[in-house]
């Protein structure tokens, strides 16, 4: 009885691994033709019935090759990762090739980060990283070790990204940010200037805004305030990274006893245009620049205003993040409501807003997007590729890929909302020992602590949007009655006199 039984069953084994390897030829041979979208079912057969890994892996590759080749590159990708995944050796000879084509996919539509990690779960030796391939893999190792802040190892792998990867602009930008927090500024400015001049595509203008405002930092550091306002000028007044801007040039001002520029900023980023975007440090700033010119009314306004704008926050924040601190996916669909579903955000819309402009969620969104348009595709296919059951494997995957973009981006997302938090409370720990200290009649020695430079930057005189002021050239004051002219933003400049000692006048343009 036993022996029948095996009998029936290596006879089965045989006919599926037969009945395999003829789909094989035949998908192949409709491949050659460039009949993509035949073939793909038919490859997606064989690698149903496959019996032996061979069998497999040619399927495997054969439906990868198939679907790069009919334009849905992320359903490819899930078959080219599939092999990757097992890492090269004498039984996976198809590693190079997948690997090299996973990069060639990213480089065209990103495969995301939550993908590409799980293609390098197992170790590989470099050397057999194929050519094509050696970009993409030493970027994305060498940011994984980046978020672990292994900066060390990510060092490593990041300068190991060639001079015309895609991701080389990207790498030399964290390279940048390595030798910064290593204290060696000049190799920073070197990485920063790097991957100004080679960013090239879609996603450039964002990345040399990210450069510029690090290599404004840098200098900033160095308290050599005016080449850092220089940098700071070069972020463009329609991005997202402008306010950011004004905001970090306000400290490096006030720093140089420009109280009246600190203050012009200031006046921008507190506008209407701007309720919902999230910078309550310059309540603080705003408060002590008003100390140093001993203007202690306006001193009380200032934190008065700090803790009834962001009062609301605290209470609700809190409850948001326990709330979705299980679900991060729940959390990304948040913050996407309120980026792109004109939801207000109640309480914490200065949280979402801030967070729908990072990078976190720019590759979240992109990636989902693209899954979506890919799912729209599939849906057009030919019949035979439901009957198979490609399109609910394809549907499936597509699902589950946008969920781990989501779910990575949400817990991201929510990290830096804890930080927020811890942030805020931070800040309104500030407000008290300032107004405490005023208070008491520590005026002279809580403006001693403010640390204000010395720097020869003092000389340069500034007008409006960081430009210094040429030598001859005139500017006109007119009395200010707090309106906020559009046109006009970034390049307020408040005109009053310190009372420590003595009266001023009250203008400001």
């Known amino acids: 009885m036993l022996s029948k039984l095996n009998q029936i069953l290596v006879f089965v084994f045989l006919a599926c691994s037969s009945i395999a390897v003829a789909d094989l030829r035949q998908a192949e041979a409709l491949m050659v033709k460039k009949d993509y979208m035949n073939a793909a079912p038919i490859f997606y057969q064989a690698y149903s019935l496959a019996r032996t890994q061979m069998e497999r892996s040619r399927a495997e590759l054969g439906l990868a090759r198939t679907l790069e080749a009919a334009g849905l590159e992320y359903s490819a990708s899930k078959y080219f990762s599939l092999i990757a995944r097992r890492g090269p050796g004498p039984g996976n000879p198809f590693f190079a090739e997948s690997l090299d084509a996973l990069g060639r996919i990213n480089d065209r539509v990103s495969l995301g980060r939550s993908h590409v990690v799980q293609l390098f779960q197992k170790e590989v030796d470099p050397s057999q990283v194929p050519g094509k391939a050696r970009g993409f893999y030493f970027y994305f190792k060498g940011i994984e070790a980046f978020d672990r802040k292994q900066y060390d190892k990510a060092q490593e792998f990041l300068t190991r990204v060639t001079a015309g990867s895609i991701d080389y602009p990207k790498a030399q930008f964290h390279l940048g940010v390595i030798a910064n927090l290593n204290g060696d500024s000049a190799r920073a400015v070197s990485a920063f200037e790097r991957a100004i001049s080679e960013a090239k595509g879609p996603e450039s203008s964002f990345l040399k805004e990210q450069a510029n405002l690090n290599l404004a930092r840098v200098y900033y550091e160095k308290k050599d305030f005016r080449k850092s306002m220089r940098y700071y000028a070069e972020i463009p007044r329609r991005s997202d990274n402008w306010l950011q801007a004004m905001f970090e040039s306000s400290w490096a001002f006030f720093l140089i006893q420009k109280f009246n520029n600190t203050l012009g900023n200031i006046h921008t980023l507190h506008s209407p245009f701007f309720e919902n975007r999230f910078f309550p440090e310059t309540y603080i700033l705003q408060s002590i620049t008003f100390l140093r010119l ?125 930080n927020s938090y811890s942030y805020l409370q931070d800040l309104s720990n500030q407000t008290r020992f300032i107004n405490l200290d005023m208070q008491l009649g520590k005026i002279d020695k809580l403006r001693g602590e403010l640390n204000v430079t010395q720097s020869n930057d003092r000389t340069v005189n500034f007008i409006g949007g960081l430009q210094e002021l040429e030598v001859g050239q005139d500017l006109e004051y007119w009395p200010f009655e707090g309106e906020y002219w559009e046109d006009e933003l970034g390049g307020y400049v408040y005109n009053l006199d310190s009372k420590c000692g003595a009266s001023g006048s009250a203008k400001s343009k």
């Open 294 to 418: 001993c203007r202690f009314t306006q001193v009380k306004k200032s934190l008065s205003e700090f803790r009834e704008r962001y009062k609301g926050i605290f209470r609700s924040l809190s409850q948001t993040i326990n709330e979705n601190q299980q679900e991060p996916a729940k959390f990304y669909s948040l913050v996407k409501n309120y980026r792109v579903g004109g939801r207000d955000g109640g309480d914490i819309a200065p949280i979402l807003d801030s967070l729908s402009r990072t990078d976190t969620y720019r590759d979240a969104s992109y990636t989902i997007a693209a899954a979506d348009s890919e799912t729209s595709k599939l849906s057009r296919a030919p019949s035979s590729w439901r009957s198979t059951g490609l399109i609910d494997e394809l549907n499936d995957f597509l699902s589950k890929k946008k969920f781990a973009a989501a779910n990575d981006s949400g817990k991201r997302m929510l990290n830096n909302a804890r």
